[in-house]
Structure formats: structure tokens, C-alpha cells
């Protein structure tokens, strides 16, 4: 048991002055916290008012591929607000003695190897300290001058005992074996401290520095593997938009070399970590708790930036593993379309959802008939729209060509169609994304085919488009 003797933290305050101080950010977590479910903290009522609804705050980001996910999520998360690492001001003692307390209505501390309670101590201790998941030594040790944002971004830190801390080292996170050396855990907020065989509710480790491996408890794993995640997306390199400061490429792997390499004792361009084929599996096996989400908005409300995995764990498929959702084709679609090279043609998109079905009209901008010499691909000279009708499937519709004559405006006349059906061939529309798509066409009748890249000409309905594609 430890016992606070005297309430002055590592810098000599008085902790009660300093819980003062800090008490407009203990009232911020309270009024945060919510309950989770076990699989996305989207579901998480109310949204944090610090930043609106996660709607808004991830309204830019594009799904629809690994690489656009990866970088309108960098994005959305790029430069965020730094805390120093130690400091008379608020810091990140501070802020992690706040997001990792045992519970909302306990100042008591809880660590993430060990599961050990500690009475919050204010700050440098005997007891436990702060740990970078991402280890610093792989790409960032040096908290010197220049700011380091990866040293002190709180997403990947946490409060841990010193000594495990120190049996981590910066051994990558893997799986162990009944070989490993067991770093138990102890019995706190309703779980730890069983025990058992291998791996049972404990932490395994062998092995030193990027020879070792460090496999973390049942419970905390997919925490850690969520954090990893973020830094690998967080950081990508290039200059801090706000400060200037440069920043790292993290990039995690499953290839020893490369982590290795990055242990050189400087801060480095690029860096790695691991390894990614086991977190990926932790993320799996340990959703989102209350615990993890307590630590996120605690970060989140100082930070200003959010792990957009806690928020949305589904995306860590399409980041990490190239399994993304299928754009749908949606009404926020029905508008007119064009493209830049070939301005004098354009296209009236309309999607019937209720009826599974899409309409295109693909259409001339001319207003007077052509030169007798004229010669044209498809029908008279003089013929000014091309239509095309099919059902909808996923982000494409394969649709058949039809081809009306004897229409005169505003006068009835007998109008003639494509007999049979699909007999002039058949046009294939496909959307990317809300602004981006192609008209495929295929006319074997006169032995012609193409494909017409297309966006909008104007930009009425990409919002409601956004917000009817947006997965889950």
C-alpha cells in the first residue's frame, strides 16, 4: 500500500492549489464521459461540445480507398496543440493523471500494464511514470530545443509502473509464448490480478530492445494497438503547420530491419515500429472500453485532435489492411456532370434509390443543327440527347442505351425507341466518390467505345452526397 505523506508534487506545489487549478478539467471529463459500445465509440452520447458532433469534426474524411482514407484522416488530425512534457504550467503529467484515473469519480490512478491503483501523486514519482507506447528511441528521442511533437502527444502515452516500464524498454509488441516472462497484472477496476497459464491476464515478454518482444494483457492490447495506429497516420512527415516544427514519417511493420534501423539515437525523417500484423489481431480481440475512451476525450479536449480508430474502429480495415467500404450510389448524385476536355457535352445523372434504378442523359450544348457535311457517330447529325436506364449495383450501374426519334417540343408525335432493348449497346456508370466518376460506353452498332471521366459542374449536391455515402 502506498501512502501519500505529504500532498506536494515534483515541483513543490501545494496538490491541493493544483487541483484548483485543474478543476475546470476534471468537470470537462466528467461531463464528457459516456458509455461506449463494445465495438464504436461513435456511439457515444453526447458528442464532445468542445468540437461538435464526430460528423463534423470527420466530415472531410474519404473512405472510399486505403490511401484517401489514410490521408484526409491525417488531415483532419494533422497539428494539433502541444503540451510541454514537464512543466510549471499544465503539462502532460497533468493531462494523463486526469485521462488514466481508475474511474470518473476517484483521483486515483490506474496503470496500463500492471492494472496497479496508486494515489495520484502530482507528477514524478517512485512508483510510476510515463510510458510512449511508440517508443521515442524509434525516431524521436530528443526533446531538445526544438518542439517534438511525437515526445509529447498523449494519445500514445500513458501512465505505466516504473518498472515495467523499464522491462518494455522499446521491445516492439508481439506475441510471446509460455517461454516468456510473465509481468502479471493486479486486480482493479473489476479485472486483473487471475493469473494462469499462458497468456491468461498477464503481460509476456523476452528478449532485449528490437530482438525482444513485449506482449500486452488481454484487456489493454487493443488500447495499445489503437494508439500505434494513430501514430502511424498522425505522422507522416513534413513541417507542423502551426509552428513549423518538423515532424517524423511513422510507419508501422512487421520487418525487424526496418525498426531497428530506426534506433539510432536522433530524431529521425522516418521511423518504424511493430509489429502491425499483431496489433492488427489486438484490435480485434480488445474493442473499445470505457477505460479507453476516458483516456481519449481527456486527450482530446487538451490536444484538440482525436485517435479517429477510438472514434471509428471499423476504419483501421481500410487504413491498415485495404479493406475499405464500397461507395453506394445515392440521390446526393443527381445533378449534371461534365468533363473539363470535352466541355461542349455534358450528362443529367438521376438515382431512384426507392427504385433501385439510374437514369444518365447524355447531351450536346448546341443550340443551331450542324453542317450538311456532318458526320455523326451515332444517329443524325442533328440528334441532341442520348439516354441510358439500369438498376444500381454498389457504386456502378450498367445501363442500356436508348435511342428516341421523332420528338418535336411541345407537340405530340409518335416517338420511336431502341428495338430491342440493348440493342445499341450499353454505358456503365461508375462513381469513385461524391465528385469523381466515369461513363463507360460500349455502341457495337457502329463499333465505337470509350470512357468519359466525369465530375460536377457545379457543387450543389456534394454535401448531401457526403452525408447519405458516409459509412458507418
Same mark, same amino acid.
Given at each position: ?254 520487418? #525487424?530491419?526496418? =525498426? ?6 536522433? !530524431?529521425?525523417?522516418? @521511423?518504424?515500429? $511493430?509489429?502491425?500484423? &499483431? ?109 441510358? #436506364?439500369?438498376? =444500381? ?6 445501363? !442500356?442505351?436508348?435511342? @428516341?426519334?421523332? $420528338?418535336?417540343?411541345? &407537340? ?61
Amino acid at each position: 500500500m502506498h501512502i501519500e505523506t505529504d500532498r506536494l508534487d515534483h515541483r513543490g506545489q501545494s496538490l491541493d492549489s493544483r487541483e484548483n487549478l485543474l478543476k475546470q478539467i476534471v468537470v470537462s471529463i466528467v461531463s464528457l464521459f459516456c458509455i461506449v459500445n463494445a465495438n464504436d465509440a461513435s456511439a457515444c452520447t453526447p458528442s464532445p461540445c468542445w468540437m461538435g458532433s464526430l460528423d463534423s469534426y470527420y466530415e472531410n474524411v474519404v473512405p472510399w480507398s486505403a490511401q484517401s482514407m489514410r490521408e484526409s484522416l491525417h488531415e483532419t488530425i494533422d497539428d494539433h496543440e502541444r503540451f510541454p512534457y514537464t512543466s510549471s504550467e499544465i503539462d502532460t503529467w497533468d493531462v494523463l493523471e486526469e485521462a488514466d484515473r481508475i474511474s470518473a469519480d476517484s483521483t486515483d490512478i490506474i496503470t496500463i500494464y500492471r492494472n496497479a491503483r496508486y494515489i495520484k501523486r502530482g507528477g514524478g514519482n517512485d512508483f510510476y511514470n510515463r510510458e510512449h507506447s511508440w517508443p521515442k528511441s524509434y525516431g524521436f528521442p530528443d526533446n531538445g530545443p526544438e518542439l517534438n511533437y511525437p515526445y509529447t502527444d498523449m494519445h500514445h502515452l500513458f501512465l505505466a509502473d516504473s518498472d515495467y516500464n523499464f522491462n518494455r524498454s522499446n521491445k516492439p509488441f508481439a506475441d510471446c509464448d509460455s517461454n516468456c516472462i510473465e509481468q502479471a497484472t493486479e486486480t482493479n477496476a473489476g479485472r486483473g490480478g487471475a493469473g494462469g497459464d499462458y497468456p491468461g491476464d498477464s503481460n509476456w515478454t523476452d528478449g532485449e530492445y528490437t530482438n525482444g518482444r513485449w506482449e500486452v494483457w488481454q484487456h489493454r492490447r487493443g488500447d495499445i494497438a489503437r494508439a500505434m495506429f494513430y501514430m502511424d497516420v498522425r505522422y507522416a512527415g513534413g513541417f507542423h503547420a502551426v509552428t513549423g516544427a518538423s515532424e517524423p514519417d511513422l510507419i508501422l511493420t512487421d520487418d #525487424l530491419s526496418l =525498426i531497428a534501423s530506426a534506433n539510432t539515437g536522433n !530524431n529521425e525523417a522516418v @521511423a518504424y515500429m $511493430g509489429m502491425l500484423s &499483431t496489433l492488427l489481431r489486438w484490435h480485434k480481440e480488445d474493442p473499445v472500453d470505457a477505460a479507453e475512451l476516458q483516456h481519449h476525450l481527456a486527450v482530446s479536449v487538451h490536444q484538440n485532435n482525436r485517435n479517429p480508430f477510438i472514434d471509428h474502429p471499423k476504419w483501421v480495415a481500410c487504413v491498415f489492411e485495404d479493406d475499405c467500404p464500397v461507395f453506394l450510389l445515392t440521390a446526393g448524385l443527381n445533378d449534371a456532370w461534365y468533363n473539363p476536355d470535352t466541355d461542349g457535352q455534358g450528362f443529367f445523372i438521376t438515382v431512384f434509390p426507392n427504385l433501385d434504378k439510374v437514369s444518365l442523359a447524355w447531351f450536346t450544348y448546341d443550340t443551331e443543327f450542324p453542317n450538311e457535311d456532318t458526320q455523326a457517330n451515332l444517329g443524325d447529325p442533328g440528334h441532341r440527347w442520348l439516354t441510358a #436506364l439500369g438498376p =444500381i449495383s454498389g457504386n456502378q450501374s450498367v445501363m !442500356n442505351i436508348d435511342i @428516341a426519334s421523332g $420528338g418535336i417540343f411541345d &407537340t405530340a408525335t409518335e416517338i420511336e425507341h431502341t428495338e430491342p432493348i440493348g440493342s445499341d449497346g450499353t454505358i456503365t456508370l461508375t462513381f469513385k466518390n461524391c465528385n469523381e466518376g466515369s461513363v463507360a460506353y460500349n455502341i457495337p452498332s457502329i463499333g465505337r467505345q470509350g470512357t468519359v471521366p466525369i465530375r460536377r459542374i457545379v457543387n450543389d449536391n456534394a454535401l448531401l452526397c457526403e452525408r447519405l455515402s458516409q459509412p458507418d
